[in-house]
């Protein structure tokens, strides 16, 4: 029975991150004063890419490419608590978030080798900006995260959501601004949107690790980015939110923090790479210090 | 010709697929290139139908050629047009690529472009109004649609006819044959 | 009595290999594993007292070995890096075998095992001396500059300097070196003095093992020396040091006592000074090796980094440093032997280990490309393999202890590491591939089966152990007890705990491998095949490319994040220690005009060297 769930909670997800990509889309053009596309534009470019009749392989490892990013998406989404009901905690319970945190780079890693096999140098390129723009935003990432964990005085997830029960003002998004901020910002660079699409953008280097990938393999790599993008949101909601009790709590709650990264890509021009870094280790790692020394000294 | 088979459901559903996500990669040549942001952006927004440009050959759908090719660039364009996935389609835009329009008598371009690619749909006009491009992009869909624009089977089926065809006009043939 | 066969063993290796290296190659690999496998058993699985060999009767200065925990454990991990490297270096040499260059490396092996035997630290002084020397010359048989030799032997010679010092001052104070005593004498040393031991004891090990200001040999030394030596400078001597201070910090003095003495205004510095000096020495060296294109400089600046984490490692606490330490280690040593070991594989195939000349190799040679990825993501700490057991002890341990800063210190600089790891497998083995290179016959000769076997070894255990780690943390609990009388500190059932979080790799293994496997079968067996194409074929430009050079990606790599991190990396200590090699040099100048320019010199100097040898010779009778 656990199974079943989980398929279908997996499934849920990937739905649902799919349909917020439509509705990015949308939203993203009646911003720009254009009708835009149909919400359900997303389902239907999926199931074009899936269904294209050719395909082209590089080797073995750019077969295993979209495998490892499947992998590493769906493998986060397991160890996140998606609601607090017994059947979505999935091994959520043993959610330590120094584990959550490796497991998220072991997707992107693999899919690495892969873009690396196809021998595009602007595939290299790409993902040279992509381990670049990692390291960058890690910094006042786990700041924040530290933070929590202080304030938490655990590394289990469970436990940190646990710690914020009792009303919003318990959040962490209100209790500790400050570790807040940061992983805020964090978030931007994470989700690869507008200031900080520096590994895709499509204009300067032919959408970087994905420029020799078609077909299947494109399809199967928004499926992955879907799932994994939501399973990094359903993180900052338990991380920051206070969890959810039911799966509409988290999704009403996803569909919020998800506007933010929306709204300020639609506003800024991307960053350099090395803006971008300077950017992360900048104002934000500072003022996660900043709160870490007062959450120290307290 | 390929004849029209009658197709089962998820031939179907695969045709409507490809006919309602159009990914296009713009060759642009010479003057066709400047219809086509205004295409793309506000006041045309072709992303409506589900037409997005692409980066890259191998993600995109439909190649798109906007005016003359000369001599050198058609070896690209063939590349390129090898590169794509099937199914694939391409659009001659403009009178250029029609008949040579008004390089009818020029030395270095080429006056027919559908004796070198398979051309599924011709959008004339010189230059044809960002109206009229859609307006092709849509009628290319009805015909995917239906089942019918079947360019790139017929490149496959002939690629002796066309490999003498671009061989004949572009004399240092220095093309590898991994493409195809 | 085993003991006594296992000197006969390691004296009759090195005459076989003498005698039978030019005879026939076969027979020289089954020799090598044979003796491999006869010095593991006899020194690992077989309990004996230890011997004792009598050098000053009249000082009462013994050397005697003995076969103890934490040194047992050294000694193990020591074969087992030992002999894959062996085989590498038997079947990797390509120009004529030097004999040499392998009775060097015994001789190292045999004396880097006695040190981890050494009970007392007269001994662990002399063998550490005898090493010095040998890696030494190893280097510089190897070295076309003169520099790196020098730079290597001058700081080495500090740290032994620094080491005879403190050793004296114990002596003094204590009247023995034997540990054993120590442990219960050490009280008798003055505050003061304690500190200036422990100061130079502590200096002389965080030379050997490369902390951040005295790793400046450390470059030199292993680019300079075959590859193969290098693998075991990383992977075993760097852990000379790392074992010295467990010595220091465990069994000369107890842990509490040295954290203590160094207790100022209620602050722990020495605590700090390690946990903050590993920290930074890890992250400024994993950015060097982001700068680095040359595959072997990666390695080794990785090699710096690593050795950093397990520095940090000693500010933990009581309990929890040793543990970290020794998983650490653990892990290090057979990542880093592993990856040295491809390493020398395919300088001997490529004659190259520049990341220019190189790329693409997985064609060529996958079971190395396999071995090496296995490595790489252990290395990095992704989650199913056995180094993230490692760096999550280390991480959790570092929250409880409190030490924050450090903790992202070395956060960054564990997700630094990943910028290294990729370009490492992303410009040697994927890519595209060198014409130089396409002709390579994988198997060409019987060694090269047998060095592709051996070297598939440790990453298969890396693998197996990360999968299931609890047999590795018992037989380590095991051996450390003398240290850590309660054993299984952390493991309950199938999880792994701290006092913050708890995790199960059996079961994160498990929930991996099902969903890589059902994915698989989705994606690539069931969905539409693909065609395949040359590696030329790429969406790049239209026009087609044909050269290795045009598209190989190697040279700024790492451009945007460089240019960050300039003001680190173009700094270079290279001027002060110019000046210092300098001022030595005029001193060696003067001696020699001393020395040549009378003939009375000559003779006095002479005369007090023969003098020196009989009263040495005097005492020893």
């Not at chain 1, 799932?227 to 999704?251: D, E």
């Not at chain 3, 009598?54 to 003995?66: A, D, E, G, Y």
């Not at chain 3, 193969?228 to 465990?250: E, Q």
């Not at chain 3, 390493?343 to 996958?366: A, N």
Request: charge should be positive; charged fraction near 10%; glycine fraction near 8%.
């Amino acid at each position: 029975m656990n199974i079943v769930w989980t398929v279908l909670g997996i499934i849920g997800v990937y739905i649902y991150g799919v349909f917020l990509m439509g509705l990015g889309r949308k939203i993203s053009a009646r911003v720009q004063l254009r009708y835009g596309p149909p919400v359900y534009q997303n389902y239907i470019d999926i199931l074009k890419l899936w269904t294209k009749k050719t395909n082209i392989s590089h080797g073995i490892m750019f077969d295993l490419g979209p495998v490892f990013l499947l992998t590493g998406s769906i493998g986060t989404l397991l160890l996140i608590p998606i609601a607090a009901t017994e059947q979505l905690m999935y091994f959520g319970f043993s959610g330590d978030i120094i584990v959550i945190m490796y497991l998220m780079v072991f997707g992107s890693l693999g899919f690495a080798l892969a873009a690396s096999q196809g021998a595009n140098p602007f595939g290299i390129m790409g993902i040279s900006r992509a381990l670049t723009l990692l390291a960058a935003y890690e910094l006042p990432f786990i700041l924040g995260i530290v933070i929590l964990m202080m304030d938490a005085n655990s590394a289990s997830l469970s436990n940190i959501i646990s710690h914020q029960a009792g009303g919003y003002m318990n959040w962490y998004i209100f209790k500790q601004p400050l570790a807040a901020i940061p992983a805020f910002i964090a978030l931007l660079g994470m989700m690869g949107k507008q200031p900080f699409d520096i590994p895709i953008a499509p204009q300067e280097i032919a959408t970087g690790p994905m420029a020799e990938f078609g077909g299947k393999y494109l399809g199967m790599m928004m499926s992955s980015h879907a799932i994994f993008m939501t399973a990094k949101y359903i993180l900052f909601v338990n991380l920051f939110l206070g969890g959810a009790g039911n799966p509409i709590n988290m999704i009403f709650k996803v569909f919020l923090i998800w506007l933010f990264p929306l709204f300020v890509g639609l506003v800024y021009p991307r960053f350099k790479t090395s803006q971008a870094v300077r950017f992360f280790w900048g104002v934000p790692s500072l003022i996660g210090l900043i709160g870490l020394i007062i959450h120290w000294l307290r | 010709m390929i004849e029209k088979k009658k197709r089962n459901i998820f031939q179907i559903i695969d045709d409507w697929a490809s006919a309602r996500s159009l990914w296009l990669l713009m060759y642009c040549t010479g003057c066709g290139a400047i219809e086509l942001p205004p295409t793309m952006t506000s006041r045309y927004d072709m992303e409506r139908f589900g037409i997005a440009p692409a980066g890259t050959p191998r993600q995109a759908d439909i190649l798109l050629i906007t005016g003359y090719l000369s001599i050198k660039t058609l070896k690209r364009v063939i590349r390129a047009y090898e590169q794509m996935q099937s199914p694939k389609y391409v659009i001659g835009l403009g009178s250029c690529t029609i008949n040579g329009g008004m390089y009818w008598d020029s030395y270095n371009t080429i006056k027919m472009l559908d004796l070198y690619l398979p051309v599924d749909i011709w959008i004339a006009g010189c230059m044809p109004r960002p109206e009229s491009v859609i307006g092709g992009l849509n009628k290319l869909s009805d015909i995917i649609k239906a089942g019918e624009a079947n360019g790139w089977k017929k490149y496959n089926e002939n690629l002796k006819w066309y490999r003498a065809n671009q061989k004949k006009v572009i004399k240092k043939w220095d093309l590898p044959e991994f493409n195809y | 009595m085993v003991n006594v066969l296992y000197f006969y063993a390691m004296i009759m290796s090195i005459v076989l290999i003498y005698i039978i290296g030019d005879i026939s190659k076969i027979l020289r690999n089954i020799l090598a594993i044979f003796i491999f496998l006869y010095s593991l058993v006899s020194t690992v699985f077989v309990n004996e007292a230890g011997f004792t060999i009598n050098v000053m009767k009249s000082m009462n200065l013994n050397m005697s070995f003995s076969y103890s925990g934490i040194g047992t454990f050294f000694v193990i991990l020591n074969h087992i890096a030992f002999g894959v490297i062996l085989i590498n270096i038997l079947n990797n040499i390509n120009k004529k075998r030097d004999n040499g260059f392998l009775f060097n490396i015994f001789l190292i092996f045999y004396l880097t095992t006695l040190l981890f035997m050494s009970s007392n630290l007269f001994t662990f002084f002399i063998m550490w001396e005898f090493i010095s020397i040998l890696i030494y010359f190893n280097i510089g048989i190897f070295d076309k500059k003169e520099n790196s030799g020098l730079k290597y032997i001058l700081m080495n010679a500090l740290g032994g300097m620094s080491l005879l010092l403190a050793m004296a001052m114990i002596f003094n104070f204590t009247g023995t070196l034997d540990f054993e005593r120590l442990s219960s004498l050490y009280y008798l040393i003055p505050r003061s003095q304690a500190i200036v031991i422990i100061l130079l004891f502590t200096f002389a090990m965080l030379i050997k093992s490369a902390f951040w200001g005295l790793h400046t040999w450390v470059k030199d030394a292993y680019m300079r020396s075959n590859t193969c030596f290098t693998a075991y400078m990383s992977s075993v001597l760097s852990k000379i040091g790392i074992f010295g201070l467990i010595l220091l910090f465990y069994k000369i003095f107890p842990y509490d006592y040295v954290i203590q003495i160094f207790t100022f205004y209620n602050i722990q510095f020495f605590r700090i000074f390690f946990t903050i000096g590993g920290s930074i020495t890890a992250i400024l060296a994993t950015i060097m090796a982001i700068k680095e294109q040359n595959v072997k400089a990666i390695l080794t600046y990785s090699s710096i980094a690593q050795v950093g984490y397990i520095i940090a490692s000693f500010g933990l606490g009581y309990r929890w440093s040793i543990i970290s330490i020794m998983t650490i280690t653990t892990v290090h040593l057979l990542i880093k032997t592993s990856l040295f070991s491809d390493l020398s594989f395919i300088e001997y195939k490529t004659g190259q280990t520049d990341g220019v000349e190189l790329g693409g190799l997985i064609k060529v040679i996958p079971f190395t490309f396999v071995s090496t990825l296995i490595s790489i993501i252990a290395l990095a700490g992704i989650v199913p393999l056995m180094g993230f057991a490692a760096k999550w002890i280390y991480f959790e341990n570092m929250f409880i202890s409190g030490h924050y800063i450090a903790l992202i210190i070395s956060f960054l600089a564990s997700t630094l590491a990943f910028l290294y790891c990729y370009k490492i497998l992303s410009i040697v083995f994927l890519g595209i591939i060198n014409e130089k290179n396409s002709s390579i016959n994988y198997f060409s000769s019987l060694g090269d089966s047998i060095v592709t076997i051996v070297n598939m070894i440790i990453p298969i255990a890396l693998v197996i152990f990360g999968f299931y780690p609890y047999p590795f943390f018992r037989f380590m609990f095991e051996k450390i007890s003398k240290i850590l009388p309660s054993a299984n500190v952390f493991l309950s059932g199938n999880f792994i705990e701290s006092s913050i979080g708890y995790w199960n790799p059996l079961n994160i293994a498990t929930i991996v491998v099902i969903i890589f496997v059902s994915m698989f079968i989705i994606f690539v067996l069931l969905m539409r095949k693909p065609r395949k194409v040359s590696q030329y074929d790429i969406a790049m430009s239209a026009e087609p490319v044909r050269s290795h050079n045009n598209l190989h990606y190697v040279m700024n790599f790492y451009d945007g994040f460089l240019e960050v991190v300039k003001p680190i990396t173009s700094k270079s200590s290279k001027r002060f220690y110019g000046k210092i090699y300098g001022f030595i040099e005029d001193i060696g100048d003067v001696l020699r005009k001393l020395h040549l320019n009378s003939l009375t010199s000559k003779n006095i100097l002479t005369g007090i060297i023969i003098i020196v040898l009989i009263i040495v010779i005097w005492s020893a009778v």
